[in-house]
């Protein structure tokens, strides 16, 4: 299982940004997905996760009502819409998959499939 991010990038506090994670595997869509993120000196923490039906997604008490996860199981894609962003929320961001749970975790313990990473800045 290949999972690739897309769609971060440079931004201002305030704007907005759409990343992407694209999977390889057609049994993707009976997988919880996850998105994390790691700043520089700092463990990866949790972001966001929804389940394989879309339904009971689950936010950080960070992100809670400016980013949404969302996805398109015949598109194999998980996408993360973050608004208002804010010079905090600079960091690698990273989906992950996990085939075993329905519901969603906040743990990166309990993902085993995991991307590259992408980049996003928000300058202030």
């Known amino acids: 299982v290949q999972l690739v991010e897309s769609g971060g990038g440079l931004v201002q506090a305030g704007d907005s940004l759409r990343l992407n994670c694209t999977f390889s595997?057609?049994?993707?869509?009976?997988?919880?997905v996850g998105w994390f993120r790691q700043a520089p000196g700092k463990e990866r923490e949790f972001v966001a996760t929804i389940s394989w039906s879309g339904g009971t997604p689950l936010y950080a008490d960070s992100v809670k009502g400016r980013f949404t996860i969302s996805r398109d199981n015949a598109k194999l894609m998980v996408a993360l819409q973050m608004n208002s962003l804010k010079p905090e929320d600079t960091a690698v961001y990273y989906c992950?998959?996990?085939?075993?749970?329905?519901?969603?975790?906040?743990?990166?313990?309990?993902?085993?499939?995991w991307g590259q990473g992408t980049q996003v800045t928000v300058s202030s």
């Open positions: 992950a998959a996990d085939p075993d749970s329905y519901f969603g975790s906040n743990s990166p313990n309990d993902y085993e499939y």
């Open positions: 595997a057609h049994t993707f869509s009976t997988y919880v």
